[in-house]
């Protein structure tokens, strides 16, 4: 089925990045794209110079909200979803492990109708990976994600998510952290929607370099697939 793509809303979580937002979003606001763009960035209680950083850019097509506390990333996304008014929606952190070149290959199957949502699948390799541990939990995750719904997806955790605003709203992404990736996932899978995948660069960062992630992240994505797979139906 063809879908309506005239606006894209790049959902922007930001948490004490400033480090790398400058560059992060200098680099998405110079992207060209195939259509309209709005950029809607939730900084999420940040305390360090998030706020002075974000008083610098004077784009028309930024919008900044701002929570007074830290609430996670799944709040801030929500946040987010809330003020898009594209028809569609990704989401762009401002650590610099995505490239935003890489967001007009994602619209590309949709604007030719060959897609109704698209995932940006990374490969990874020695010079992109932050470890083993976190590629084989990656790997871990995604397989169960398979099993689960008898699908076969490549990369449940990538950020870069495309889909249309209305879909995502429906499906009420209710984690606050790092398991609305799988969320979003899992429920797409349960209504039968198999991700268009996208090959696109990544470069992970280093636990010194700000990487948050944890073994505990990927046990509460295995959590979030198996609940919701127990209480909904799959689509045939």
Not at 86 to 112: F, H, K, T
Request: proline share 6%.
């Amino acid at each position: 089925m063809t879908q309506r793509l005239s606006k894209l809303s790049v959902l922007m979580p930001v948490y004490n990045e400033q480090a790398t937002l400058h560059e992060a979003l200098k680099r998405l606001l110079d992207v060209q794209f195939p259509c309209e763009l709005e950029v809607v960035l939730v900084d999420d209680g940040s305390s360090d110079n998030t706020p002075e950083i974000l008083a610098g850019f004077h784009d028309p097509r930024l919008r900044v909200i701002r929570h007074p506390i830290n609430r996670g990333k799944g709040a801030a996304v929500r946040t987010a979803i809330d003020e898009a008014t594209g028809d569609y929606a990704v989401m762009y952190d401002a650590d610099l492990e995505y490239s935003p070149d890489d967001l007009p290959r994602l619209v590309e199957p949709i604007l030719n109708g060959e897609a109704t949502v698209v995932f940006g699948t990374r490969s990874f390799g020695s010079h992109t990976a932050y470890s083993f541990w976190y590629v084989m939990g990656n790997k871990v995750v995604t397989h169960a994600a398979n099993v689960l719904f008898n699908s076969w997806i490549s990369d449940l955790e990538t950020c870069y998510k495309m889909l249309p605003v209305q879909l995502l709203r429906e499906i009420d992404v209710r984690s606050s952290g790092f398991g609305m990736e799988p969320e979003i996932t899992a429920k797409l899978l349960c209504r039968g929607i198999r991700p268009y995948e996208v090959p696109i660069a990544y470069r992970a960062r280093s636990r010194a370099e700000g990487k948050k992630l944890t073994w505990r992240d990927g046990i509460e994505a295995l959590w979030v697939l198996l609940r919701i797979r127990l209480v909904t139906r799959p689509a045939r």
